[in-house]
């Protein structure tokens, strides 16, 4: 099975799914209760068309702390859907050997019958880099090497790899992946321009997450035009970029008034548990992450800043989804929106009624 990159260029090439990135307190919402909800969502995201299901990989704080393998979950949808593609958003190769890695994902792939996406991520939260006892110096060099390792696994036997970081010989991956060459590959990006510049250069699809305060859109503009003036310099003006996903909140009700009035407190309890995590820069320095010291500095702030004036999340009636979506397609190129619908531990009836608006009165007003 040979999977290709969708063509872009009309509003049908638009791909659509949701992105799960589990902020519960286990006071509020049981691990029980989260994945019987969020499996759900996938069923019905599933019947309804939509292109993708997304998960993270966190650890350890309530950031993250439900979603520890991503593809232990995604392999569960698999076997309770049917079409939707399966996208790790993402992997953290920091944390994993690349043997384990790409047998891992091939088996995702062979369960799901070809529909795995596999995203990495070079990791952020200077916690999850100390429990591990990974320097977050070496971060981007391992991230680098076990990816080219993971495709090298995937499509030659016999592999031999000697790093810094991990060292094998003669070692043929099984299962083998189904998808031919291999499944997709996205790296996971935010902040650092060399991230952007490194998944251009290698033909990577890139996953954009939106910083938490919209004065940082300027940033994310431009790590875009890095991301496609490397792809073209590499690959040639004649190559279509093979996706630009974004990720973000989303919160869709009948009016703005309404869907404020859900959404707001949960994206606050969003923005809290995310400076929480966050707020573990304050003690921390590396120059391998560039700027995000500030983010520390600043996470405290953030619990009660105005959500409407500065949130990047997209919450309104299916008229102002709409529009948002217009304006994300002009601002960054996006073809690829995966929604992050479980914010603030919403229960299932809260995700399902905004998802149902979306698919039913946004997509089709694209």
């Avoid at 439900?66 to 949808?77: A, G, K, R």
């Avoid at 006892?133 to 391992?142: H, K, L, Q, T, Y």
């Amino acid at each position: 099975m040979q999977y290709m990159w969708p063509r872009k260029g009309t509003n049908n090439a638009m791909r659509h799914g949701i992105s799960l990135l589990p902020d519960c307190r286990p006071d509020r919402r049981s691990a029980v209760e989260y994945y019987r909800d969020a499996l759900a969502l996938t069923r019905f995201a599933d019947q309804a068309g939509l292109d993708y299901v997304k998960m993270t990989e966190h650890y350890i704080g309530e950031y993250g702390g439900y979603c520890p393998s991503p593809l232990t979950f995604l392999s569960t949808v698999a076997a309770q859907t049917e079409r939707i593609r399966l996208m790790t958003g993402a992997v953290l190769p920091a944390f994993h050997h690349p043997i384990q890695i790409a047998a891992h994902a091939a088996m995702v792939d062979a369960i799901s019958e070809g529909r795995l996406d596999l995203g990495f991520g070079r990791a952020w939260l200077p916690y999850e880099f100390e429990a591990f006892g990974v320097p977050m110096d070496e971060s981007r060099a391992r991230y680098e090497a076990t990816i080219k390792a993971v495709l090298r696994l995937w499509t030659e036997e016999k592999v031999t790899e000697d790093t810094p970081f991990f060292a094998f010989t003669d070692a043929t991956s099984l299962p083998r992946v189904v998808q031919n060459p291999h499944p997709p590959v996205w790296g996971a990006a935010v902040r650092s321009p060399e991230s952007f510049t490194w998944l251009g250069e290698h033909g990577f699809g890139v996953m954009l997450a939106l910083a938490p305060l919209k004065q940082d859109v300027g940033l994310s503009k431009y790590v875009i035009d890095l991301y496609r003036n490397a792809f073209t310099a590499k690959h040639g003006a004649d190559r279509e970029l093979p996706g630009i996903a974004l990720s973000t909140p989303l919160y869709v009700a009948e009016t703005d008034e309404e869907a404020y009035r859900v959404a707001e407190p949960l994206y606050r309890e969003y923005m809290s548990v995310w400076s929480e995590a966050a707020s573990s820069w304050e003690t921390t320095k590396s120059g391998s992450y560039v700027g995000y010291d500030s983010m520390g500095k600043h996470a405290k702030n953030l619990r009660d800043f105005d959500v409407r004036k500065h949130g990047t999340a997209v919450i309104g009636s299916p008229e102002t989804v709409v529009e948002r979506i217009h304006e994300f397609r002009e601002e960054y190129g996006v073809d690829t929106l995966l929604w992050q619908v479980d914010f603030g531990g919403q229960n299932l009836d809260q995700m399902m009624s905004s998802l149902k608006l979306y698919v039913e009165k946004v997509i089709p007003n694209l």
